[in-house]
């Protein structure tokens, strides 16, 4: 079978390019992929489709909708196509859902097994993802967030050990660098690094720790940037560094921890051994992960009392400890509460930005636009300026840039306009990651420790999917955790495509404001300050049920 590669140019395949744009995304996310051939994009097991057949009915059916049809998918297959009205999303789906006492990871490998279910990822089922850019700002503002608050503003010179560079992890060098800083990744797999240096989100590539840890030690000296792939598992890298007395500045790991059968690779296998073990005998698997993932977590927390600055990025490591009995796993900071809540309060988050044509001159036309237009924003005017210099492009071109309230209508509306006087090649389709102000409930990430204790009411991403719903947003879904997550996480995806029509918008203005309006509402209703002043500056109708 030949590689799927999103199509490219003006020439439709489907009705319109509110269908076409869906389709392309599809595939982007296929071609932006971990591993293709079994439809994986990314965090181990997150698929784009249920499974090859669902695949190309999904894409038969894109290419066949009307405007005023709905295509229903549920975990990644296609359902049915229901009769709606134009002003309805062409797409809604529901993947990986499952009932509250139903919601265990062992439940999750028995029905996808069967064929049932899948985990879609945040952002892959949704056919969000745009490669490893998709949290690069994440993790850069996290870096800058660290950086103020305990280097006096500047990473120079400073080493950051992680590991992982799978399609999520990948990220984390290249946001390193661009803060300045020495990095290490620990990373198992020979392919994924050489995939992030061809990339080139890695510059390069040790063959012993010691080599690593020479390149390290001379970049700091210099104060220079420098990202550096080594293979080998955390599980022995973490304890052996901590057994040389060497305490980096800043630790954390984006493995696949959430998931111990798929994910995690125990020390002392090979990825050729796990994978035999995940047939011949998952339970001893699993067991190892964990063990392993507990040898981890005591280096990381061991840094932490060495003076280390050490955070979760997101990946359930420390759930995964604790329930392999290191009790103080908690005491690790998870980088949502830690780093970017105060972003969150006031529902900025990481937006992003797909031309449609495969133009990256496209993006340019709009990071010029935004540098003019949007000066009074420096966080993303200094990101924009970063990326356009540092961030290669993956598949379609794609641009993430953290706006807030407003900020994001206003820009998918004034490109709107640019497509409308043919300023650009092609439409644009607008997004943004599940793990977004309104649109995601996990208690062990996104929503730990909030500050009135409704860390695990999944209302919110329900309610974020049923408005944009209401509001004409051309994708919705609603996913929840899958593998290890299974039980953990409720999230809420959003699409909207700008093609350059008055519909378009109408669609663009109604969607935008109220996705974030609904983010700023749930940090409002949680009791933050940012948020109550995002209420009154912005005008949000907030009802008050005080007295
Ligand atoms: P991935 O499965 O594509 O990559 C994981 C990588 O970890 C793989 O390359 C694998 O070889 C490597 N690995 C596994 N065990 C290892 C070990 N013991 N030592 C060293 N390397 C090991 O996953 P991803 O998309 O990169 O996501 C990684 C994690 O981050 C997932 O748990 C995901 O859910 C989470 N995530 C967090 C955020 C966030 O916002 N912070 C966003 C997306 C994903």
Known sequence: ???????????????????EALLRMLEN??????N?????????????????????????????LEEDETLVIQSGKPIGVFRTHRQAPLVVMANCNLVGKWATSENFYDLQEKGLIIWGGLTAAAWQYIGSQGVIQGTYEIFQSIARIHFGGDLRGRFILTAGLGGMGGAQPLA??????AILCVEVS??????RLSTGFLQRRAESLDEALDWINDARRRGEALSIGLRGNAADIYPELLRRGIIPDIVTDQTSAHDLLYGYIPSGYTLEKAAQARKSNPAELQTAAGHSIAQEVEAMLAFKAAGAIVFDNGNNIRTQAKAYGVEDAFQIDIFTEAFLRPLFARAIGPFRWIALSGEAQ???VIDDYILEHFRHNET???????????????????????????????LALDVNRLVKEGKLAGPIAFSRDHLDAGAMAHPNIMTERMKDGSDAIADWPLLNAMLNCSSMADLVAIHSGGGGYAGFMTSAGVTLVADGTEEAEIRLRTALDNDTGLGVLRYADAGYEESHDEVRVKGIRRI????
Not at 40 to 55: D, Q
Not at 176 to 181: E, F, I
Not at 190 to 195: A, G, S
């Open 1 to 19: 079978m030949s590689l799927i590669q999103a199509s490219r140019g003006t020439e439709l395949r489907c009705k319109g390019w509110r269908q």
């Open 29 to 34: 996310v296929l071609e932006n992929g971990e």
């Open 36 to 64: 293709q051939k079994e439809l994986i994009v990314y965090a181990s097991l997150g698929k784009a489709a249920r499974n090859w057949p669902s695949y190309h009915a999904i894409v038969r059916t894109l290419k066949e």
């Open 176 to 181: 390193g660098t661009m803060s300045n800083a």
């Open 190 to 195: 020979d392919e994924r690094i050489n995939k």
């Open 362 to 364: 496209d993006i340019r």
């Open 380 to 410: 993303a005017v200094n990101w924009i300026q970063l990326a356009q210099k540092y961030v290669p492009i993956e598949g379609l071109p794609a641009r993430i840039g953290w706006f807030g309230h407003g900020e994001r209508t206003k």
């Open 544 to 547: 008050s049920t005080e007295g």
